[in-house]
Structure formats: structure tokens, C-alpha cells
């Protein structure tokens, strides 16, 4: 079993910044890779970004690339979400998961084998 616990959202004005965090427990003797998702309201959940488990990989979704950056710290089973330029499009919960059966960080929800609670982003016009 793996526990992930996100932490950092809240609301911000349009072109400000967020860093949400994703504490991971269980599991962690491995790095797997680890992915951020969000679902707005009435919308179905989309996925923002994705890393390696060594970190060395990065996969993002077109509409957060150049303004998002996700990265990990493997010593602390931490993964982060950089968040900046933000625009109320972007208002969503937002959430974290782990791949445990993947190398190589991907889109797909349905690989992603536990997730976390989610952490509220609301970002104002």
C-alpha cells in the first residue's frame, strides 16, 4: 500500500504562484513514477504532469508546459508541483498518484495505482 498526502493549494490571483506538495508513505523502498491530475468542476479528471522515478523524466500536459514544473525529493518521499502564471482555467482539485508498474512517466489515469485526497486550487480573475 502507498499513502499520499497533498498539501499547498489555497486561492491565488491570476498570474500568481502555488507549490503543492505530495507527501508519499508505504511503499517507498522503490521511486515510482509519480503523476499530478486535476478535475475542475463538472469536468472530468485531466492530467497535468507526470516524473520518473529517478526524476530524470518529465511529462507534462501542452496547457501547463512552460508555467508548471514537477520534480521530486526521493530523500524526503516528497513530489512536488510548481505552479506559476496561473490562470483561473487552472482552478481544479488537484491530485497526486503513483505508477508502481511503469518506468516511464505517462497520461493514462488508469495506471496509476493510489492516489491522494486532492488539495483545492482556486485561482481568481
Known amino acids: 500500500q502507498v499513502q499520499l498526502v497533498e498539501s499547498g493549494g489555497g486561492l491565488v490571483q491570476a498570474g500568481g504562484s502555488l507549490r503543492l506538495s505530495c507527501s508519499v508513505s508505504g511503499r517507498t523502498g522503490s521511486y515510482y513514477v509519480m503523476g499530478w491530475f486535476r478535475q475542475a468542476p463538472g469536468k472530468e479528471r485531466e492530467f497535468v504532469a507526470a516524473?520518473?522515478?529517478?526524476?530524470?523524466?518529465?511529462y507534462y500536459t501542452d496547457s501547463v508546459k512552460d508555467r508548471f514544473t514537477i520534480s521530486r525529493d526521493n530523500a524526503e518521499n516528497t513530489v512536488y508541483l510548481q505552479m506559476n502564471s496561473l490562470k483561473p482555467d487552472d482552478t481544479a482539485v488537484y491530485f497526486c498518484?503513483?505508477?508502481?508498474?511503469?518506468?516511464?512517466?505517462?497520461?493514462?489515469?488508469?495506471?496509476?495505482?493510489?492516489w491522494g485526497q486532492g488539495t483545492q486550487v482556486t485561482v481568481s480573475s
Open positions: 516524473i520518473s522515478g529517478s526524476g530524470g523524466r518529465t
Open positions: 498518484a503513483v505508477d508502481i508498474g511503469s518506468m516511464w512517466p505517462g497520461s493514462q489515469s488508469y495506471k496509476y495505482d493510489f
